[in-house]
């Protein structure tokens, strides 16, 4: 499959996470607004912080090193060796959950069960859904590693809908079962989730005429098990050492990206976790594919460098106007959004302040999601190593900065905290991309370049939307508060149109890509 095939499934699968997410977010609102009608809000809070916590800490630490190293493997690795390692997932789910298990019920505080009852049934059953969908594990990297984007958004579809519905019956029914209710519904999101892609596995290896069953690398669905062998060894060596780097990387970077606090954390970072996140977790698996992990760009196919490198100028430029986009009406509305959201218990203390900080912060982890997405597609297994030594030395400065800024800024002095974090790791790998294209002729670190005139958009657009803040939020009622976003769009229009007119290479770059999608759909 050529680099070109490869970049338009990687934008089929960026543009069908990114409406999963959406729907994801609707289906979750709504839901939230209903359960809140029935059952009390410490109840809600307990699932959606502690609960929710415990399953995607279990997830992430168990498979998210696995993934990263599984879906690096050239096309000729022997893919019974990755369904081995992958497999380890499912032990070291179950130490974590376990683990993360005993933490939650011996260390934190139990909530008082007059209040919340089931609360150690809720912890058992959360830990025993991560534990399920570490089973699909091999399932999901293979169906990646083969681009089969329509699975991904039906499997993931239909896991939530069923969730959600299963969620309401038993809330309008049943509202004494409490947190039995939450914990049915997410083992059966992560049981339905498995299935779907088994049962898809499983119709298609038993169809010799399917185009796809003759592409996978395997023929029957044993090849998936566990299988060991005398004239080779159990797991591939060298995935398994890069997993183990990715592992002490992943770790770091759980603990160094921790922090900033409720409904700011929630409203500042749903559009990164709408975007980027799709963005991040598509493009690496297309980079990890184009490119020969740890080796110089100059002993490359040529072609692939080149696509690789027009592809990551064109992430930066979109990474840096989105988060600019971001930062600069962020800083205007951030009040008006708070007083929407929460009314005045929010907006007239130190929210705004915090919302505007974590506007900022957004547009550094536009731009580090998408540097590191290429960087750890690219670094050698030393490479990683020695960027997860540097996390570590990055740790303990954080610790530093984050205690002294806390106590001269409050809240604030975090989100700076965390702003120095995310700016040292992206200047570390932008260091590295700089190096990797050093001796070709190929320069995609002019995507963090825009044009005069579209930095005057952005900077007229903050002054004007400034101004308009101060005259027109948030005390002067429902007409001026209209007022002030009818400026906002005005100047939004402007910036984007002068974005349209100027960056006319990124918008090539969307056009090509949304087209090939659809090219793709139609055909497949």
């Known amino acids: 499959m050529g680099s070109r095939e490869v970049l338009g499934q990687a934008a089929r699968l960026a543009s069908s996470g990114l ?48 993934r990263r190293a599984c879906l690096s493997g050239g096309p000729q690795r022997d893919w019974s060796q990755t369904f081995n390692l992958l497999w380890l997932t499912v032990p070291l789910g179950v130490f974590w959950s376990l683990f993360l298990g005993w933490v939650w019920l011996r260390l934190l505080e139990v909530p008082d069960p007059n209040v919340i009852s089931h ?11 991560a534990v399920v969908e570490l089973l699909g594990e091999p399932f999901w990297v293979l169906a990646q590693a083969q681009m089969f984007v329509k699975l991904k958004v039906i499997a993931e579809s239909l896991s939530v809908i069923l969730k959600s519905v299963l969620t309401a019956f038993l809330v309008l029914w049943l509202p004494h079962w409490g947190l039995y209710i939450f914990s049915l519904a997410q083992l059966l999101y992560t049981t339905v989730l ?152 929010l907006s007239s203390g130190s929210g705004p302040i915090l919302l505007r900080s974590y506007c900022f912060y957004v547009l550094l982890l536009a731009i580090n999601g998408v540097t590191e997405c290429f960087t750890f597609a690219a670094m050698s297994k030393e490479e990683v190593d020695r960027y997860s030594f540097t996390m570590l030395a990055l740790s303990s400065s954080f610790l530093g900065f984050s205690y002294l800024l806390t106590r001269w800024c ?35 670190l002019a995507g963090l370049y825009l044009s005069p005139a579209l930095l005057g958009a952005f900077a007229l657009s903050g002054g ?61």
């Open 194 to 345: 498995v299935l779907c892609y088994v049962i898809y596995f499983t119709k298609l290896l038993g169809s010799a005429e399917s185009s796809k069953q003759q592409t996978l690398p395997i023929s029957r669905m044993t090849d998936l098990l566990p299988s060991v062998t005398r004239n080779r060894a159990f797991v591939n060596w060298n995935e398994a050492k890069l997993t183990w780097s990715f592992f002490k990387q992943s770790f770091l970077k759980q603990i160094l990206t921790e922090g900033v606090y409720d409904i700011v954390n929630n409203l500042g970072s749903l559009v990164a976790r709408l975007i980027f996140q799709p963005i991040e977790e598509s493009f690496y698996i297309f980079f990890a594919k184009v490119l020969e992990r740890g080796k110089d760009a100059t002993l490359q196919k040529q072609e692939d460098v080149a696509v690789a490198a027009a592809v990551l100028e064109s992430l930066l430029k979109l990474a840096l106007l989105t988060g600019l986009t971001i930062t600069v009406f962020g800083f205007a509305y951030s009040q008006l959004a708070l007083d929407i959201y929460g009314g005045a218990m």
């Open 19 to 66: 409406l999963l997410q959406v729907l994801f977010r609707v289906i979750t609102f709504v839901l939230n607004a209903f359960v809140l009608r029935f059952l009390s809000k410490e109840i809600v809070g307990i699932v959606n912080v502690r609960l929710t916590l415990l399953y995607s800490t279990t997830i992430f630490l168990a498979r998210e090193a696995f």
């Open 410 to 444: 409050g809240s604030v002095g975090f989100i700076l905290a965390n702003c120095f974090n995310m700016g040292v790791r992206i200047t570390q790998s932008l260091w590295f991309i700089r190096r990797y294209y050093g001796r070709s002729r190929h320069r995609p």
């Open 119 to 129: 609360y150690g049934t809720g912890v058992v059953v959360f830990g025993l859904s």
């Open 464 to 524: 004007i939307t400034g101004v308009s803040e101060v005259f027109l939020c948030c005390e002067q009622g429902w007409p001026a508060r209209l007022a002030h976003i009818a400026v906002g769009a005005f100047c939004l229009g402007l910036t984007l149109g002068t974005a349209f007119l100027t960056e006319t290479k990124l918008i090539n770059f969307v056009r090509t890509q949304l087209g090939v999608s659809r090219l793709a759909d139609k055909t497949s």
